[in-house]
């Protein structure tokens, strides 16, 4: 079936490092591609997405590139901060129309003041 | 004002036992999913609903039923439970199908 693989399972940085997290998706269908934060005890919450018809996006700290060619797509984080410590996970929508995201397996991303 | 909730937050029972779960959104939205989280933190989707009818249904255990009364609710009752569902299940919701999906904060499930 489908799969999105996820690097590193974890990530140690030091306060004001970038952290880098990598993606790769088997569905060439695929479109949509989000990324998600999730804190202890909490439900993941969105934190920058991008679609197939844009190679680059940007918010703030946080930035995403995606290569179609390829099939992967990437989360930088500039400036870590001890708050950005979490779990991030990358998903990419199945083909069709149905909305069906798969998930990678996470990252832990552990910033060290 | 919360977006998406569950209830309820945690829930500890035995082994056979049947149990639900409810979820409600008020963002307006169409679409509303079911994830499984285990112990690894894999997320998988189970359902989805678009306008209240089933549009995805992953290889669950058809002891797994989701319901949904109306485009704001989506329950998933549990029937016979066993020590393997034990996981973190997180509901939540989306303007339509590939949209921005977003998340309650989940019910703790454990099974003993």
């Known amino acids: ?113 | 004002d919360t977006a998406v909730s569950q209830t309820p937050k945690y829930l500890v029972t035995q082994m056979g036992n049947d149990k639900s779960i409810k979820c409600e959104q008020n963002l307006g939205h169409d679409t509303m999913y079911w994830y499984k989280q285990d112990s690894k933190k894999f997320l998988k989707i189970m359902f989805s609903y678009n306008n209240k009818e089933l549009i995805i249904n992953e290889t669950v255990p058809n002891r797994f039923s989701p319901k949904s009364p109306d485009k704001a609710h989506l329950n998933l009752h549990i029937n016979s439970l066993e020590l393997g569902d034990s996981a973190v299940y997180f509901c939540a919701s989306s303007q339509g199908p590939v949209q921005t999906q977003y998340f309650g904060p989940g019910t703790r499930l454990l099974v003993l």
């Open chain 1, 1 to 113: 079936g489908e799969n999105v693989e996820q690097h590193p399972s974890t990530l140690s940085v030091q306060e004001g490092d970038s952290a880098v997290i990598k993606c790769t998706y088997s569905d060439s269908a695929s479109n949509y591609f989000p990324w998600y934060k999730q804190e202890l005890g909490k439900g993941p919450q969105l934190i920058i997405d991008i679609r197939s018809n844009v190679g680059e996006k940007k918010d703030q700290r946080i930035a995403v590139t995606l290569n179609k060619t390829a099939k992967h797509f990437s989360l930088h984080i500039t400036e870590t901060q001890p708050e950005d410590s979490a779990v991030y996970f990358c998903a990419a929508s199945l083909g069709g129309s149905q909305g069906n995201l798969i998930f990678g397996k996470g990252t832990k991303l552990s910033v060290k003041p």
